[in-house]
């Protein structure tokens, strides 16, 4: 068995500089790196390196950036004959702009995974039958997403997905097809339409998407942790206190941990344990998936803070 992401793959272009440039503003930054990102390609990487059978549904371009992002996949240990290399356009690209805090602005540019239609739902559907669980994410075409949530819900595959980036509006017959929605405090606000500013807020945004249809919501709150409502109970886990460096793909690193602990048949509650270790983790490094953590990493930064790690 094993975990498929089905999401965007793209090379990141990061330039850090002391603060984050206002409109129309030009800073003068400390430097520049290139790595390989994508919120698809990120958790998939998680995944993999958490020890995971993992494979990822998607596509690149016919580019040198296409051909370096799937070896970097390959090299983490992600299965990626499914992914398509589009020879119409160019591959992902997202420009990062993050400063001495660890906060970062970004803008994303598609390019093929703005291609992602129902040829790839097609691909992924072959995999589903022995797959435990699906992660989605927003940087692909809505209507790909809201095909492979069908396809995984009528192959019984749970479904976890990360809405970001936070769309305008989200088809009311996704969340019924979702079982795990895990937005940060931004796109929850988005989805709900009201400010989430304090405990009582995030709990009734966490219900209002539970009535939409999700089973459980889980709503990412930064250095704040994460709070939790299932059918059962809400709970909530404190963020484990890191020096910051770049939250590029703290996310990223929740979703997979999360992921990699429910596929381990632990509970509900140690999956968020592991995602906000593996977050708080992801944040202490530059770049997307060069901050990800292995398994041996990871298991002693639980083991020094006294969380089991199975």
Not at 193 to 205: N, T, Y
Not at 224 to 237: I, L
Request: overall charge negative.
């Amino acid at each position: 068995m094993s975990i498929i992401v089905f999401g965007s793959i793209n090379i990141d272009l990061v330039a850090t500089s002391p603060r984050l440039p206002m409109a129309g503003e030009t800073l003068l930054g400390h430097n520049f790196f290139q790595v390989p990102g994508g919120k698809g390609a990120n958790q998939a990487v998680a995944l993999a390196l958490l020890g995971i059978p993992t494979q990822i549904v998607g596509r690149v371009g016919a580019d040198s950036f296409g051909a370096e992002l799937v070896n970097n996949l390959q090299a983490s240990g992600v299965q990626t004959n499914s992914v398509l290399v589009d020879e119409t356009v160019s591959s992902g690209v997202a420009t990062i702009a993050v400063d001495d805090a660890g906060e970062n602005q970004i803008i994303v540019i598609p390019g093929a995974n703005g291609r992602v239609n129902l040829e790839d739902v097609e691909r992924l559907s072959h995999l589903l039958p022995k797959a435990t669980a699906l992660l989605l994410q927003f940087e692909i075409p809505m209507s790909a997403v809201v095909a492979a949530a069908k396809a995984a819900r009528e192959k019984g595959v749970t479904v976890i997905l990360d809405p970001a980036p936070a769309p305008e509006n989200v088809p009311e017959e996704l969340y019924s097809l979702v079982d795990i929605i895990t937005p940060n405090e931004v796109e929850i606000r988005q989805l709900v339409g009201f400010a989430v500013d304090g405990e009582a807020s995030v709990a009734k945004a966490a219900a209002v998407l539970r009535k939409r249809g999700v089973k459980y919501a889980i709503v990412k709150l930064g250095a704040k942790g994460v709070f939790c409502a299932t059918p059962e109970e809400t709970f909530f886990v404190p963020a484990f206190p890191v020096q910051i460096v770049d939250t590029t793909a703290a996310g990223d690193a929740f979703n997979g941990a999360l992921a990699a602990a429910l596929f381990e048949k632990l509970s509900l509650r140690q999956a968020v344990i592991w995602g906000v270790a593996a977050g708080a983790m992801a944040a202490t490094k530059p770049g997307a998936q060069p901050s990800l953590p292995n398994r041996a990493t990871f298991d002693a930064f639980l083991k020094m803070r006294g969380v089991e790690s199975c």
